[in-house]
């Protein structure tokens, strides 16, 4: 299927050849350090054969209460779009929003790498466009890196960013700000797509992306892209193999109604805490059994 060759220092994680070793002190998730990771860390843990979570977090709170559980990479992803700020898609996402969200996220947390997500319309002009856009996350927000859609169509965008100092992760597969053109489908399936996938994802490697989100493809070829790749793949529907993994939190924590997509596991449903609990509340009031005296000052 590819014509790629296989990355020629990468390591699997028990291997002996791993330039170094996952331990107490280095892992990403569940080490003992609590400096802010840097892309240098993801760079390392690749290298050593160490999958990741990460999770898109959208406010402060929420935030500090992942990255008190230790998750290394937090994606203030423009998903916001459909799960925070009430859009139908990502599209109508602003930069200012992204900019808003992004500047909670990094406050609320003192660990996590946070990736701001550049939002449609922010960088497809060009890569001056890009770098202007780019700037204010990493100037106003303060995130460590930013992401963006595209392979080879945003290879001179990367490019720029990565030269002028900004780390950048690259998405590729389904691209949900796309979604006018292209549509929730599953991307790479047969011959032609799965090499223009494979391209896109050389593409972005070598204009110097530290990570590529694969979303929405064959597990397959996720597991090709990840072994000629020597930059992480971050999955999302993509299988089991690639080097991390991320979830929406409002699908992965049971907030988000609806049907699910396929890939997602729900591990807690907030949705009928959430219910549940401000039912109590409201007949609480109604009943008159809230506040009682305990919550009362005299
Ligand atoms: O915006 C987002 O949350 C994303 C993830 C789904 C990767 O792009």
């Known amino acids: 299927m590819t014509q790629l060759q296989p990355a020629p220092h990468q390591a699997s994680a028990g291997s002996t050849d791993a330039k170094s070793t996952t331990n107490a002190s280095n892992a990403l998730y569940g ?13 390392a843990a690749k290298e050593r054969g160490e999958k990741w979570p990460m ?50 996220v990094v406050r609320g947390t003192s660990r996590a790498l946070i990736v701001g997500d550049l939002p449609f319309g922010s960088y497809q002009e060009g890569p001056v466009q890009a770098l202007r856009s780019a700037t204010l996350l990493v100037k106003e927000a303060g995130v460590g890196a930013v992401k963006l859609e595209g392979g080879e169509r945003s290879h001179r965008q ?37 090499q223009q ?63 699910m997509p396929k890939f997602v596991k729900q591990y807690a449903n907030l949705r009928e805490v959430m219910g549940n609990a401000a039912k109590a509340f409201a007949e609480d009031v109604t009943g008159g059994t809230f506040p009682a005296e305990e919550h009362s000052v005299h």
């Open 31 to 43: 080490g003992k350090g609590t400096r802010r990771i840097t892309v240098r860390d993801i760079t």
């Open 55 to 104: 999770l898109t977090a959208y406010d402060a709170m929420t935030a500090s209460v992942f990255d008190e559980a230790g998750i290394p990479v937090m994606l203030v992803g423009d998903s916001a779009g459909n799960c925070h700020l009430g859009y139908e898609t990502t599209v109508p996402v602003t930069l200012d929003e992204m900019t808003m969200l992004s500047a909670a």
């Open 158 to 194: 990367i490019e720029l960013l990565v030269e002028s100092g900004i780390p950048v992760m690259a998405h590729i597969g389904l691209t949900p700000q796309s979604v006018n053109s292209m549509g929730y489908r599953v991307q790479g399936r047969g011959e032609e797509a799965a």
């Open 197 to 259: 996938l494979l391209r896109d994802a050389k593409s972005v490697q070598d204009a110097g992306a530290f990570a590529v989100v694969l979303e929405l493809v064959p597990a397959e070829l996720a597991a090709e892209v990840t072994r000629v790749l020597h930059i992480p793949t971050v999955g999302i529907g993509a299988g089991a193999e690639t080097d991390a993994q991320v979830l929406v939190w409002t699908d992965m924590l049971g907030l988000t109604g609806g049907r």
